[in-house]
């Protein structure tokens, strides 16, 4: 594994990182700078120190978890309930790749899950944090980094893809995106019903990876969202690009609210540096024009 340091000055050459993308040899490195597992500044040293703190806490959850989990059991129905939808939201992943080779281990991906539930107050399991958990968990080696660079990632990106913080607001923010770039398509949608852009939740609760036509292109982007740049809340920009996709079969078909969200979810196998930069153009028009303030804040 090649080790970053200050001196390789990665955060220097984000900027070509932002257009390249991130090669696979040093994608695990990487994400636990971009993530905030590490320092930028950290020397090598102290990220070996870093990693062994990380690995200790990690075994101490498991240490508490283990202890409380008969009162977990018998004293919160919730509890019950969310170890249940986890177990049959791991069953559904399909495990192997192309040669049946298995990729992942649904046991340890299932005690990440349930200790991240337990420990973590604000983000509520959601149905495709097993998803995401998968795909840390094909990036990374050890269980304690798989852990922490969810709980990392959930930080950095809850305005986004979590429901009870920040994805209602982003479907928000959407909306005005539409009104403010494409009046005419923005009338058509609410000619649907006032529920139709709200109706593509899952794009944002799933940071967009049903979109892709493979893992490196979920993390591509997830990588570019990471970094806040160009702007603020790019997610946003990103989803408006995918509605793009669909715009004329829309506005030309006699389309029902089901049958446009029936279009946006036959969205997949896009590749990840296509969207990015038809996201990036709309965010060149954006500073060319007169923003509404509330837009302007959310996003630039």
């Keep these: 594994m090649t080790t970053l340091s200050p001196e390789n000055s990665l955060s220097a050459r984000w900027s070509a990182s932002f257009i390249l993308g991130l090669h696979p040899f040093v994608r695990t490195e990487a994400w636990k700078f971009l993530t905030g597992y590490y320092s930028w500044q950290s020397s090598q040293d102290e990220r070996l120190t870093v990693d062994s703190t990380r690995r200790k806490n990690y075994e101490a959850l498991c240490e508490m978890y283990e202890k409380i989990q008969p009162l977990l059991e018998n004293l919160h129905r919730n509890f019950m309930e969310t170890r249940t939808t986890i177990a049959y939201d791991i069953q559904k992943l399909y495990d192997k790749d192309p040669l049946g080779n298995v990729l992942i281990d ?11 539930y337990v420990c973590n107050t604000q983000a509520e399991y959601q149905q495709g944090f097993h998803e995401m958990v998968m ?13 922490w660079l969810f709980q990392f990632f959930l930080q950095k990106m809850e305005h986004s893809c979590v429901i009870n913080i920040g994805v209602g607001k982003n479907l ?8 403010f770039l494409d009046p005419m398509f923005a009338e058509h949608l609410r000619g649907k019903g006032a529920g139709t852009v ?7 609760c799933l940071c967009f ?10 993390w591509r982007l997830w990588e570019v969202l990471l970094t806040g740049k160009p702007c603020r809340n790019f997610q946003v920009l990103v989803a408006y690009s995918m509605l793009q ?25 896009l590749d990840a540096d296509v969207l990015i930069s038809a996201a990036c153009l709309v965010y060149a028009e954006l500073i060319q024009k007169d923003v509404p303030q509330p837009l302007k804040d959310f996003l630039l």
């Excluded at 709200?198 to 944002?204: D, I, T, Y």
């Design 198 to 204: 709200q109706s593509l939740f899952p794009w944002f």
């Design 135 to 147: 795909l840390f968990q094909l990036m990374v080696e050890y269980d304690h980094e798989t852990f």
């Design 106 to 116: 649904k046991k340890r991906l299932e005690k990440i899950l349930l200790l991240s």
């Design 209 to 218: 990876q049903h979109a892709f036509k493979s893992f490196d292109d979920v």
């Design 172 to 179: 928000d923010k959407l909306n005005t995106l539409i009104n």
């Design 245 to 269: 996709m669909v715009r004329e079969q829309v506005l030309q078909e006699s389309m029902t609210s089901n049958d446009i969200l029936l279009a946006c979810n036959s969205l997949i196998d």
